[in-house]
């Protein structure tokens, strides 16, 4: 999900070891009188080829299907075009090239989109934005409202650098979302910085959570981080069909309905203009 730039021949040995030993699971079939919206080869026939790692309220493997976000964003998807889900939990590392190498026809982790993935895998147009999100027994949403306290927040967001303008050493970055949760809910730090999906899953005690309001200073408060799925680069067919399959759920609700349902505020399926992370 967080910006991270991986050597893809490293990624790919990755992959191939991953895969050995992932878990696998299938939906349930769909019935032999659906009509699939589109037309477009996969993987496997009949199946919708998924693979995914483990980021609660984004993605996960629960026994034969995936839920969270992405999950049921995917079921939709495969239900509209009358197939089943075949998943797969591999190594984060392995996800994209798994799908780069078209052993797999998506990945579903709230994968950002930038000119680096760009290069090695079709992305879908933006589904919704990772939020940037305060932490805090007080409701803060102004970045403005962070000077005097301490402040934590975790390595690899968008908002780190100007973050650390902003607060200098008032900030703490983390190495991973436990680590400040812990530190914030012993009272080593009086508010934490995350993404608003990740902030409401992990959220404990009477703390609150609330989406940022636009800060000059804060570039990802204006323009947070687009989400999308990866797919092979070649199979240009599934990704039209996936783009006009996502049209439609924007359309009817559905996209909201499924960010709400996870926890996520409803503005995220507002997306604005396709942008890449340089």
């Known amino acids: 999900m967080k910006y991270q730039k991986t050597a893809v021949m490293a990624a790919l040995a990755i992959a191939v070891t991953a895969l050995t030993g992932c878990s696998a699971a299938a939906s349930s079939a769909q019935?032999?009188?659906?009509?699939?919206?589109h037309t477009f080869q996969t993987v496997a026939p009949g199946k919708l080829s998924v693979v995914l790692y483990d980021l609660p309220p984004f993605s996960k493997l629960e026994g034969s299907k995936v839920t969270g976000v992405d999950g049921?964003?995917?079921?939709?998807?495969?239900?509209?075009e009358c197939l089943t889900v075949s998943a797969k939990s591999v190594a984060?590392?392995?996800?994209?090239?798994?799908?780069?190498?078209?052993?797999?026809?998506?990945?579903?982790?709230?994968?950002y989109r930038t000119a680096a993935r760009a290069e090695i895998v079709g992305l879908t147009d933006p589904i919704?934005?990772?939020?940037?999100?305060?932490?805090?027994?007080?409701?803060?949403?102004?970045?403005?409202?962070?000077?005097?306290?301490?402040?934590?927040?975790v390595d690899g967001y968008l908002w780190v650098d100007d973050m650390k303008k902003l607060l200098g050493d008032s900030l703490k970055v983390y190495p991973t979302t436990l680590n400040m949760n812990q530190d914030l809910a012993a009272g080593r730090i009086d508010v934490g910085i995350d993404s608003y999906g990740s902030a409401q899953f992990n959220k404990k005690g009477d703390f609150e959570v609330a989406v940022i309001k636009p800060n000059d200073a804060i570039a990802a408060s204006k323009e947070?981080?687009?989400?999308?799925?990866?797919?092979?680069?070649?199979?240009?067919?599934?990704?039209?069909?996936?783009?006009?399959?996502?049209?439609?759920?924007?359309?009817?609700?559905?996209?909201?309905?499924?960010?709400?349902?996870?926890?996520?505020?409803?503005?995220?399926?507002?997306t604005g203009d396709a942008r890449l992370i340089k």
């Open 72 to 80: 049921d964003i995917i079921n939709a998807i495969a239900e509209m």
């Open 92 to 111: 984060t590392a392995a996800n994209i090239p798994t799908v780069q190498a078209g052993r797999a026809d998506v990945s579903i982790a709230a994968w």
């Open 31 to 37: 019935s032999a009188d659906c009509k699939p919206a």
């Open 128 to 153: 919704y934005t990772d939020q940037m999100a305060i932490i805090s027994k007080d409701g803060i949403d102004d970045a403005e409202q962070l000077q005097g306290k301490s402040v934590g927040t």
């Open 224 to 270: 947070a981080a687009q989400i999308g799925i990866p797919v092979p680069q070649k199979n240009t067919e599934l990704l039209a069909a996936l783009n006009e399959d996502l049209k439609t759920l924007r359309e009817n609700g559905k996209l909201k309905e499924i960010l709400t349902a996870n926890g996520l505020d409803a503005s995220a399926a507002d």
